[in-house]
């Protein structure tokens, strides 16, 4: 793996890819199927299952598990020891890995700290999961989701700052930070072209 920096207690298995310039830290452990871009930074203590894609720019903080079945596309951010699972309705006793469900967190989108992402759903682009949150349904792109269940409290821009839109209706805001607009047209906010 070329241009990777591996720390000598991490485990990368046989066969494990791995983009240039990514750095995986203490105690990590990737397992032989997985596909991890470029520029990504795996924390202490992270796990990668082998049905796992990684896109470019993601960091992963310490104590993550990115279970099989669960897609990051690139620059999504995971919070120290937020949570994935793969299988719904889980039992010691009862074997259930023919049952896993996809799991898709899309570009640019933020998990925050010890939040949990139940297993079958998608989290829209930019959306923006608070510390603690439980997701438990589909998340729209830009959504700033709290609270257990999750439930949308507003939106978020690309740069990662909350927009003064309401929830649902017909408005239109401008981030203070990059002056990108955004428009909000009943329950879908898109950034608007320049």
């Not at 397992?31 to 894609?53: E, H, K, M, P, T």
């Not at 669960?70 to 309705?89: A, H, K, R």
């Amino acid at each position: 793996m070329q241009d990777v920096s591996i720390h000598p207690s991490a485990i990368v298995d046989e066969g494990a890819q791995i983009g240039p310039g990514s750095r995986v830290w203490h105690f990590v452990h990737v397992c032989a199927g997985a596909r991890i871009g470029a520029g990504v930074s795996l924390g202490q203590n992270v796990f990668v299952g082998n049905r796992v894609r990684i896109g470019d720019r993601c960091k992963i903080q310490n104590n993550v598990s990115v279970y099989d079945n669960v897609t990051l596309e690139e620059g999504v951010f995971c919070g120290p020891s937020m949570v994935f699972t793969n299988v719904y309705n889980p039992r010691a006793l009862i074997e259930r890995k023919n049952e896993y469900r996809d799991t898709l967190v899309k570009r640019g989108a933020t998990l925050g700290a010890n939040c949990t992402v139940v297993c079958g759903v998608t989290i829209g682009e930019h959306a923006f999961v608070a510390a603690g949150t439980v997701v438990n349904r589909d998340v729209p792109a830009y959504a700033l989701m709290v609270g257990v269940p999750a439930r949308q409290l507003g939106w978020m821009s690309e740069f990662g700052e909350r927009l003064p839109l309401p929830v649902e209706g017909a408005a239109e805001a401008t981030c203070e930070h990059t002056g990108a607009r955004y428009a909000l047209r009943g329950n879908t906010l898109e950034k608007l072209r320049s």
